[in-house]
Structures are given as C-alpha cells and as structure tokens.
T-cell receptor, first 114, second 113 residues
Framework: DQQVKQNSPSLSVQEGRISILNCDYT??????FLWYKKYPAEGPTFLIS?????DKNEDGRFTVFLNKSAKHLSLHIVPSQPGDSAVYFC????FGAGSYQLTFGKGTKLSVIP | DVKVTQSSRYLVKRTGEKVFLECVQD?????MFWYRQDPGLGLRLIYF???????EKGDIPEGYSVSREKKERFSLILESASTNQTSMYLC????????????FGEGSRLTVL
C-alpha cells in the first residue's frame, strides 16, 4: 500500500509559468515532508522540506504547501525555468526510537518548455 | 559539501555472478542507505544502516545483503545476480536526526545479462 502518492507521472509547463507538483499521503504520523529533484544519470538532491507543524515553507522560487486535513502537499515553482526540468520525488519521514522511515513517491517528471 | 561516492557508475554482469557495490561518505554520517530506482516505481529502500555493523531491511531486501564494517563505508552485495536486478542503485547518507534529509551518490547503473 503506497503511503506517499504522486498521481501525475509527468507535467509540462511553459517557461516563466508556475509549476505545481502534487503529493498525497496516508500516514498522519509523518513528521517531515521533503522534495527531491533528480536529473538523469545523477543521484537525487534535496530541494526543500516542511515540518508537519507548518503549512508553508518558501525558498527562493520554490514553495511547499502542506494541508494536513487533506493529507496533501504541493510544490510550487515560480517562475519555471528550463533547468527545472527533472524528476521530482515527494518523500515523507517519521522518526521514532529504533526506527527510521523515509517513504518516497514514484516521482513526477517535469518538463519546462522554453 | 557532503560527498557520497559510489565506486562504479556503470557495471555489466552476467546472471549468477556475485556483485559488490561500494559506497563511501566523507561527512561522518551515522545513517547510510541503499535504494534502487526503476521507471514507474520510484525509489525503493533495500537496506539501511544506522551504525557500524548494524543493518535493517528495507522494503525490498530479497536477493541482497549489506556490509558496514566502517562508519564511512556501506556495501551492497548481490550474491547471485539476476536479470530482474538490472537497475539504478543509489547510496545515500544522513546524520542522525529527525528531518529525513538524505545526501545521495550519483548512482550505479547495473545491467545483468
């Protein structure tokens, strides 16, 4: 059973417009939510995160919104640039004594068209 | 900057061969991980280790084993490679902590013929 779902395998956006990537989760115990970005033939790199006690975190062009009641988070990229074209993975993390659970979604491939 | 180095970027092996994938991190991180990435399946955790000589199974440990004899090094072993283990293998590390931020290596693309 997928605990973290990215329902859109791909997304195309014009350069300069907003990109919105969505993620749903099922486990209300997650402590942190993260977004990773991955280019082909490279490892993923951490992009931005949000604590479960917040509803928004912003870092430059990237903003993550968390709606706990809907168990939904989204990543907004404004303005989108061709270099943002990559696969984006949503991840959710829960930390407890003797356990470490970081669960990834299946990814959304973003294509930013010049 | 944190650096996670995977020993081989590309490997081609034959069915039944024993395969070693090595990973070294230089930031004294407690936690180390092995994931595999397949199209349409995302990142799936094979094994992780939170200390030297400690290991925990992830979601898909079958057909794999790991070794962590030193803090900076985490090895993934395929005892008898099979074609369904053709994949991109990603090593990651993280400090002990509560945020889930991982630092990934560049990946090892393994093809099993």
């Amino acid at each position: 059973d997928q605990q973290v779902k990215q329902n859109s395998p791909s997304l195309s956006v014009q350069e300069g417009r907003i990109s919105i990537l969505n993620c749903d989760y099922t486990n209300s115990m997650f402590d942190y939510f993260l977004w990773y970005k991955k280019y082909p033939a490279e490892g993923p790199t951490f992009l931005i995160s949000i604590s479960s006690i917040k509803d928004k975190n912003e870092d430059g062009r990237f903003t993550v919104f968390l709606n706990k009641s809907a168990k939904h988070l989204s990543l907004h990229i404004v303005p989108s640039q061709p270099g943002d074209s990559a696969v984006y993975f949503c991840a959710a993390f829960v930390f407890g004594a003797g356990s470490y659970q970081l669960t990834f979604g299946k990814g959304t491939k973003l294509s930013v068209i010049p | 900057d944190v650096k996670v180095t995977q020993s081989s970027r590309y490997l081609v092996k034959r069915t039944g061969e024993k395969v070693f994938l090595e990973c070294v991190q230089d930031m004294d991180h407690e936690n180390m991980f092995w994931y595999r990435q397949d199209p349409g399946l995302g990142l799936r955790l094979i094994y992780f280790s939170y200390d030297v000589k400690m290991k925990e199974k992830g979601d898909i440990p079958e057909g794999y084993s790991v070794s962590r004899e030193k803090k900076e090094r985490f090895s993934l072993i395929l005892e008898s490679a099979s074609t369904n283990q053709t994949s991109m293998y990603l090593c990651a590390s993280s400090p002990a902590g509560e945020t889930g931020e991982l630092f990934f290596g560049e990946g090892s693309r393994l093809t099993v013929l």
